[in-house]
């Protein structure tokens, strides 16, 4: 009798192990552990645009990088849209799975062009920027809302080119840099960004646009309300073209990317919610 209770106890405790060991095996089967894991999050391609260079980034990458997304700034050549947009779109080929492609100011046209081709890119974020329809300038489109106080900022600079004629260099006014650009950040900060302008060709930026990508791809966009390159008339005007899901930033400048990194960082996240 006693044997037969022991053998009953024995028998009952590899019923409870066998058990608790196929639950163990059932909730670390492939199904379920893939179920958990996120996917690998997209390449968040950052372009910038005239009179400034990929350091415009700086917070923004570090930001993204905290999340845990890729992140390329690639050198925008600013010498011919045309030109640029292939030179971007060639970095996009180089780079596996999906792609989030954001542009600033005249990076926005960039993108707008460099992202046809290239079928990784899931998604556009507008930051302060250009999204023209085909045929369109950025100079074209910057007038066609008043607010814009480059034009009577810009320094031109002639350059020689080999075989054509001189081009002609714009540079913003550094003594009028941080009112036009930047007047949201420290004289200090915009002191050294002035000096460290990178120009645009006037003659190669000013060519029309090619069919834009927007007009196939989910876009998203950024327009800080104190823009004084870009009117927010203007890029209130392309947004609403575009379909894009818009926020603003009260009181930014043209470089909302770099004084409020925040509201840049949530769109191109809500940017990648929407399209993985």
């Known amino acids: 009798m006693r044997l037969h209770r022991t053998l009953g106890t024995v028998l009952a405790s590899c019923a409870l192990v066998a058990g608790l060991t196929g639950a163990v095996a059932h909730s670390s089967s492939p199904a379920a552990s893939s179920a958990q894991k996120p996917g690998p999050k997209p390449t968040v391609v950052l372009v910038h ?35 640029d947009s292939a030179y971007v779109s060639s970095v ?24 046809r081709g290239n079928a990784n890119v899931k998604a556009l974020v507008y930051v302060a920027a250009f999204a023209p329809d085909q ?6 489109l910057a007038e066609k809302f008043t607010g814009s106080k480059l034009p009577e900022s810009l320094l031109v600079r002639t350059y020689p080119q080999p075989g054509a004629p ?4 714009g540079y913003i006014d550094p003594a009028k840099f941080h009112d036009v650009f930047a007047q949201d950040l420290p004289r200090n900060t915009t002191r050294v ?19 834009p990508a927007w007009k196939t791809l989910p876009s998203w966009y950024v327009i800080p309300t104190a823009d004084r390159v870009i009117p927010p008339a203007v890029q209130r005007f ?25 509201s840049v960082v949530r769109q191109i996240q809500a940017a990648h919610r929407a399209t993985r």
């Open 135 to 140: 045929g369109e300038t950025a100079l074209g």
């Open 193 to 211: 960004m002035a000096a460290a302008q990178r120009p645009g060709s006037l003659e190669g930026l000013g060519n029309g646009s090619g069919v």
């Open 92 to 115: 996009l080929k180089t780079i596996p799975g999906p792609v989030i492609l954001v542009g600033h100011s005249y990076g926005g046209e960039v993108v707008t062009n460099a992202a």
């Open 238 to 262: 392309m947004a609403e073209r575009a379909g894009s899901k818009v926020v603003e930033v009260k009181g930014a400048s043209h470089v909302v990317m770099m004084s409020r990194t925040d």
């Open 49 to 83: 645009g005239v009179f400034a260079d990929s350091s415009g980034w700086n917070s923004t990458i570090k930001s993204l990088q905290d999340l845990g997304y890729p992140v390329i700034a690639p050198a925008n050549p600013l010498r011919d849209l045309a030109a």
């Open 166 to 169: 001189d081009g002609h260099d």
